[in-house]
């Protein structure tokens, strides 16, 4: 199950930095995940500073 950015994100980037497979864009109001691309490795929730990202 791919990973899914909340509404608590604050666009600073630290994830879609730490994505091994540039599954994170930014999005009009947040950072966003394609799921189809995703690869569940957790890194960018482990990146992020408010723990806005989480397995949905």
Same mark, same amino acid.
């Given at each position: 199950?791919?990973? /899914?950015?909340?509404? $608590?994100?604050? !666009?600073?980037? @630290?994830?879609?930095? =730490?994505?091994? /497979? @540039?599954?994170? !864009?930014? $999005?009009?109001?947040?950072? /966003?995940? *394609?799921?189809?691309?995703?690869? *569940?490795? $957790? @890194?960018?929730?482990?990146?992020?500073? /408010? !723990?806005?990202? @989480? =397995? $949905?």
């Amino acid at each position: 199950m791919a990973y /899914v950015i909340s509404d $608590g994100c604050i !666009s600073c980037g @630290s994830c879609a930095a =730490q994505c091994p /497979v @540039s599954a994170i !864009s930014q $999005g009009d109001a947040q950072y /966003v995940i *394609d799921a189809d691309t995703c690869i *569940d490795c $957790g @890194s960018c929730a482990a990146q992020c500073p /408010v !723990s806005a990202i @989480s =397995q $949905g």
